[in-house]
């Protein structure tokens, strides 16, 4: 059985390792029902869209610049394929799990220079076993980025091992494929300069960097002409980065920068298993004894290791200092754990001084990372080697998150450092069932991708279809959306996701968050009575159709409606107006006070409906309502629940043509009531939606 299995050629296993890894990444990704890292997936599902349309880089109609350039162009034939987003949106993961899967190629060619068939093969299984091919779920560029910046690392050892012109070109091209890709591959770019540096260290031979020279005069004339071509149109280095150039522009704080750094090594050092980084500790140590292809490979990974953890602690210190964002590092975790597989390759050498220093630096690190501070809700898109823990909270040693940590750290590093040479493979196949238990929860946790997906999807679209306006608007008409700031922001966000037919975006106070090529819209004080809105150069919006949520009523005749959002679709009969006016709730929240009145302009006899919720830790005890309209008072009883609930009010118009409904609350103050709470608001009910019905 054993000659049979040595038979089998090894590109047929690592073709087994691709396509094993992507059938199960096709069926798990069938669970991911919606998006839920925006803005990002919007933006690049946008740009596939425009792609296929043959419309060049464009969101929402609007070239854009500085994102990037090969991921949409991946995924835009499945946008071309399928007319239906909600199939195109299938398509695109199913994309993502077949080239995110083939980043076991380069991770096998890298292990395989340094290491036997079988230990480069377990390598490659390794790295389609990270938790974060999550990501096959998300339209992000981390399907990509990840072979790509893998098959960079690649080029780049074996330009360390012969550099010369045929190499460096190679070099070049992978470089601008990786930048293509993504633009924190910039960050490459000084990793190219440091690595033959670290070489010459590990070998201790100041010749080493000779053969490199044409490696740094051309990167001297290529910065040269760049600043000048930068000059010559009056620009920044900073705006070759486009849409991300804020990024390149000043305003760091050192201290910060280091911190951050200091905490990305960490987490990064967590994410593997603690075991790859120790074991690139204990190479680093030994460099001079190394054999010449492991120093080479040392060397590429301590330049890449330094300079994306410094380049990604250095945009987290300024924008996102809530989070930790390993999304922008796991390429790495190959990298690390090709280290350890050559250290089993050369009989898992341990001089002692050497071996404690490393494994006790790889212990130490993730031990002192401030936990509390970084497990969170931003955890669950941007830090997957922390979902694990947050998920595991109420199975904390001594109910600490370090405690927990040292403790599985203490028994992976005894195992390093005492198993029998013979038995050393025993360390990366720990490394393998650990990320593969460590998937699960990022995965399908409570904190996981799947859970995630499904609220994300809830907060936006609940009671129909996630294709419901394209199923009800003809083919070429265009639905118009209206932000205001009273319903979730993914009410936008999942509806355009879905539906090809939403276009133009406007909003009458703030954009949503991350928005691109949004039109603020505002109401005229000269003509107070038609409630029309008008754009900033003072034209109406004129569609045909406006997908609105429950504090909007237009002139117009309701299509469709989202009733448990209070999204509705309506088909216009002018100009979009807001004929409704509603006082009383707290701006940016669904929060009353104790009174609220709604008003509708140029009202026919009707109904509306009231949909709302209330706070059951808030208020203890039954709720009443009054609802007050020009021909009777109703008051209206219950105990506090989150679920939601609808009153029907029956409408009839005052002589100047308007309808008024006045709602009295009973009310609570969080700050007196709940524990902590520094809320001093007279809270009453959440009134998610009004919706009103002309009589048929």
């Known amino acids: ?137 998300t339209i992000t560029t981390e399907s990509l980025f990840y072979p790509v910046s893998l098959a960079f690392a690649l080029v780049l050892v074996c330009y360390l091992s012969r550099p010369g012109w045929i190499r460096l070109a190679a070099v070049v091209v992978a470089l601008g494929l990786a930048f293509a890709t993504r633009s924190q591959a910039l960050a490459f770019v000084p ?39 930068q000059a010559l149109r009056g620009e920044s280095l900073a705006g070759l980065l486009g849409a991300y150039s804020i990024v390149g522009e000043g305003g760091y704080d050192v201290g910060q920068v280091l911190r951050f750094w200091l905490w990305h090594v960490e987490e990064l050092d967590l994410y593997v298993g603690i075991l790859p980084f120790a074991a690139l500790l204990l190479l680093l140590l030994r460099g001079g004894a190394l054999p010449e292809r492991l120093q080479e490979h040392v060397a590429a990974t301590v330049s890449l290791v330094a300079w994306s953890t410094l380049a990604v602690g250095a945009f987290a210190s300024r924008f996102a200092s809530d989070r930790i964002q390993d999304r922008y590092l796991f390429f790495l975790a190959p990298l690390l754990v ?74 992976l590093v005894g195992m390093l450092l005492l198993v029998p040479a013979r038995y050393s493979v025993a360390a990366p196949l720990v490394v393998l069932a650990l990320l ?15 859970v995630a997906s499904r609220g994300a999807l809830f907060q936006g679209i609940r009671s129909v279809d996630r294709d419901w306006i394209d199923r009800a608007v003809p083919s070429g008409a265009e639905v118009v959306v209206l932000w205001t700031g009273s319903a979730d922001r993914f009410t936008v966000n999942q509806n355009e996701f879905f539906n090809r037919r939403i276009g133009r975006v406007f909003y009458t106070d703030e954009p949503t968050p991350g928005g691109i090529a949004e039109t603020p819209v505002s109401p005229r004080e000269s003509q107070p009575a038609k409630g029309l809105l008008f754009q900033p150069n003072d034209a109406a919006v004129t569609a045909p159709y406006a997908l609105l949520d429950g504090s909007v009523t237009p002139d117009g005749e309701a299509v469709a409606r989202d009733f448990l959002t209070g999204m509705t679709l309506w088909r216009l009969t002018g100009p979009l107006s807001q004929r409704a006016r509603i006082t009383g709730i707290y701006p940016g929240d669904t929060w009353s006070g104790a009174r609220v009145r709604w008003m509708l302009l140029r009202c026919d ?92």
């Open 1 to 137: 059985m054993r000659d049979r299995l040595a038979a089998i050629p090894a590109w047929a296993w690592l073709g087994g390792i691709v396509v094993l890894s992507a059938g199960l990444r096709l069926w798990l990704v069938r669970g991911m029902v919606a998006p839920f890292v925006f803005v990002d997936e919007a933006i690049y599902a946008e740009l596939a869209r425009s792609l296929a349309d043959g419309e060049g880089y464009a969101v929402r109609e609007v070239t854009v610049s500085g994102y990037s350039l090969l991921y949409p162009a991946l995924i835009a034939p499945a946008y071309g394929l399928f007319d239906g987003l909600v199939d195109a949106y299938g398509a695109a993961k199913t994309t993502n799990a077949v080239v995110m899967s083939l980043a076991a190629v380069p991770v096998y060619l890298l292990a395989r220079r340094v290491a036997g068939q079988w230990l480069a093969l377990l390598g490659a299984a390794v790295a389609v076993a990270v938790p974060s091919m999550a990501y096959t779920g």
């Open 191 to 229: 990793a190219i300069a440091t690595a033959p540096l670290v070489l010459a260290l590990l070998r201790r031979r100041r010749d080493v960097v000779r053969p490199f020279v044409p490696l740094y005069a051309i990167g001297a004339v290529a910065a040269l002409v760049l600043v000048v071509l």
């Open 338 to 411: 090709v280290c350890l597989l050559a250290w089993v390759e050369l009989g898992a050498p341990r001089p002692w001084p050497q071996a404690l220093l490393a494994t006790g630096t790889a212990l130490v690190l993730p031990l002192v990372f401030p936990y509390v501070r970084f497990i969170g809700e931003p955890a669950k898109s941007d830090s997957l080697g922390l979902v694990p823990l947050w998920s595991a909270n109420e199975h904390l040693l001594a109910g600490r998150y370090w405690v927990t940590v040292a403790a599985i750290g203490l028994g």
């Open 436 to 450: 593969l238990v460590l998937s699960r929860p990022v995965w399908s946790g409570p904190n996981g991708f799947l």
């Open 605 to 696: 006899p009707g109904t509306l409906k009231v949909t709302f919720h209330s706070d059951p830790s808030l208020h203890r005890r039954t709720q009443r309502v009054d609802v007050r309209t020009d021909q009777e008072v109703v008051s209206h009883f219950g105990r506090p629940t989150v679920v939601r609930s609808t009153f029907e009010i029956p409408l009839l118009p005052r002589a100047n043509g308007s309808c008024v409904v006045d709602l009295t609350v009973s009310t609570a103050v969080p700050s007196e009531v709940l524990p902590g709470s520094t809320d001093d608001r007279e809270l009453g009910l959440h009134f998610d939606a009004f919706a009103y019905e002309p009589n048929a």
